[in-house]
Structure formats: C-alpha cells, structure tokens
C-alpha cells in the first residue's frame, strides 16, 4: 500500500513564497509522473504542474513563472516551490503520482492522491 503525503501548507501574505512537499510511503517500483493539482471553494479542481521521470514538466498558465515543481527520485518526493503568491492561488493544494508496484512479480500500475495541504494567501 502506498500512502501519498503532502506538508508545507499554511498561511502566507500576498507576495510571499511557500514550499510544499508530497513524500510516499510503500514499497514503490517507479512513478511516471508527479502532478501537483489544486483546488479552490466552490471550483473544480485544477492541474497546476507535473514532472515526468524525466524531469520535464509543465504548467498551468496561471502558475508560470512563480511556482516551480521538481522531484527526488531517490527519497521519492516531490515538490511545488510556490512565489510571488496570490490570493487566487488559495486552495487545497494536492499530489497525485503514478506509481508502479510489484506484485507477486508482476508490475502493477496505480494512480495515487494525497490528502491535500491548505494554502491559504491573504491579501
């Protein structure tokens, strides 16, 4: 079983910067990609960056240029560095992998959330 765990959370001023972390906890194979989604009250939640095993990654366009998310392969962690923060950028902020396990030697694929990390940014 594997258990997505995300900290860093809290409150921070407008302007301000805030580093969030998703560690795992299991017997992991490998994970193809790790995403950092969100999600405001009453909005759907939203994708705002991945990074593949690879290291490439992507971004929302409302996050450009302020948040960067990076990874640690070997403590299997990932990360999302949050600047220039906005109140908009107020939401629960969560971490979802996908993860290969072995099992019974056989390599078996799941899709994984955290629990989620309240950012909340005042103006």
């Known amino acids: 079983q594997v258990q997505l765990v995300e900290s860093g959370g809290g409150l921070v001023q407008a302007g301000g910067s805030r580093r969030l972390s998703c560690a795992a906890s299991?017997?992991?194979?490998?994970?193809?990609?790790m995403a950092w989604y969100r999600q405001a009250p009453g909005k759907q939640r939203e994708l705002v960056a991945t990074?593949?095993?690879?290291?490439?990654?992507n971004y929302a366009d409302s996050v450009k240029g302020r948040f960067t998310v990076s990874r640690d392969n070997r403590e299997n962690t990932a990360y999302l560095q949050m600047n220039s923060l906005k109140p908009e950028d107020t939401a629960v902020y969560y971490c979802n992998w996908d993860v290969t396990v072995i099992t019974a030697e056989i390599p078996v694929h799941f899709n994984y959330w955290g629990q989620g990390t309240q950012v909340t940014v005042s103006s």
């Open positions: 990074v593949t095993s690879d290291g490439i990654t």
């Open positions: 299991g017997n992991i194979f490998s994970i193809k990609t």
